[in-house]
Every structure is written in C-alpha cells, then in structure tokens.
T-cell receptor, first 111, second 115 residues
Framework: SQQGEEDPQALSIQEGENATMNCSYK?????LQWYRQNSGRGLVHLIL?????REKHSGRLRVTLDTSKKSSSLLITASRAADTASYFC???????????FGTGTRLTVIP | NAGVMQNPRHLVRRRGQEARLRCSPM?????VYWYRQLPEEGLKFMVY????????ESGMPKERFSAEFPKEGPSILRIQQVVRGDSAAYFC?????????????FGPGTRLLVL
C-alpha cells in the first residue's frame, strides 16, 4: 500500500512554539501535498511540493522532501491556537488517479 | 467563485435504506474525486469521474456503491442498503486538470450516520 504514515500521531505544544510533523511513504511519487483538517470540517490545501523539489515555504509553513528516504516534514513556525487541527500528507504516483493520504497528525496548540 | 459544494452536510439513515450524496465541483472543474474517511483515519480514495465517465473506481466497494457525474448537475455517490459500517465522512474533491498533480479542492464533506 502506498498510504503514508504521519509521525507523531498527536502533538501538543504551547502557542509560539514550532511544530514539526513527519510523513513517510512507500513508493516513488510525483508530488506530495499537505492538507489541514479542522475537527468535523473538510480539508484545506496547504502546500504542494514536487518530487524534484527539496524545500518549499509558504508563510509560516516550511515543507521538506527527501525522496531518498521517502519522507517529508511540515514545520509550522510561531504556532497559534488557530493552527489546532489534523494535518495530513498526501502523495500521488505516476499512473494513479488519486491521492494517497496518511493517517494524520493531530496538533493541539495551547494558548 | 464558490468552492466545492456538498450536500447534505449530515445524513442519518437506518440500515437497509439508501443514501445519496451530492457534490458540485468548483466552477470550471470537470474532474471529481470521492474519498471516504472513517473516524480517526485518513481519507481513502473511492472513485474518480469526469463528466459522464467513470475513470477509476478501484477504491469503490463492488456492491451497493455507485457514482455518476452527469453532463448536467452534480456528481452523485449512491449507497444502497446501507449498513453501520458505511458510517463515515464522505468528501469529494475537484480539479480543473486530469492530472492529480494539480491541487484538488475539497468540499466540506457529508457525514453519514447509519443507525
């Protein structure tokens, strides 16, 4: 199965701290995306990183991709209470029509 | 530009009834994907449709589940004779290009509860 795994499963930090979440996957990918899901809500796209990219930034988000280790990390700097949500990585592979989602990291930012 | 719309947002059905979930993609998008999310889990792909065509239904259970995306109107995910195990959140996503390497935009989901 291509399904990714996020690590840790749950993370609790104080507001202002940085949060790092990791994602590992099993087969070669075209791209990797990170999504956020607030409790009981839909998914919000955060960032897409292509397989030939190693790092990407968007505001307080920094994503890295290491294709040799088949892993990615999402760093949220200067976290806020509003960042509390579940974060999922999703990969796509050549020839596939769908995204493969990981199991998610549940982030809690304590005010 | 309205985002992806799904309705109903919540649906309660008794075992054996039918559930119909609707998804209207973003304006200009002709590619629709349905995913299912069980509690505390990630999303699992079910089916990928373009207008009037099912492109990939490899993630869809062989029985009781069907999907369509007619020329006019929303995409429909239909679950016949629902069972308790069908209780989940069902999300649709749309994109403007056939390649999933472009961003998929997700709807708010339909939460199905089977009693």
């Amino acid at each position: 199965s291509q399904q990714g795994e996020e690590d840790p499963q749950a993370l609790s930090i104080q507001e202002g701290e940085n949060a790092t979440m990791n994602c590992s996957y099993k087969t070669s990918i075209n791209n990797l995306q990170w999504y956020r899901q607030n409790s009981g809500r839909g998914l919000v796209h955060l960032i897409l990183i292509r397989s030939n990219e190693r790092e990407k930034h968007s505001g307080r988000l920094r994503v890295t991709l290491d294709t040799s280790k088949k892993s990615s990390s999402l760093l949220i700097t200067a976290s806020r209470a509003a960042d509390t949500a579940s974060y999922f990585c999703a990969t796509d592979t050549a020839g596939a029509n769908n995204l493969f989602f990981g199991t998610g990291t549940r982030l809690t930012v304590i005010p | 530009n309205a985002g992806v719309m799904q309705n109903p947002r919540h649906l309660v059905r008794r075992r054996g009834q039918e559930a119909r979930l609707r998804c209207s993609p973003m304006k200009g998008h002709s590619h629709v994907y349905w995913y299912r999310q069980l509690p505390e889990e990630g999303l699992k792909f079910m089916v990928y449709l373009q207008k009037e065509n099912i492109i990939d239904e490899s993630g869809m259970p062989k029985e009781r589940f069907s999907a369509e995306f007619p020329k006019e109107g929303p995409s429909i995910l239909r679950i016949q004779q629902v069972v308790r195990g069908d209780s989940a959140a069902y999300f649709c996503a749309s994109s403007s290009f056939p390649s999933i390497s472009e961003t998929q935009y997700f709807g708010p989901g339909t939460r199905l509860l089977v009693l």
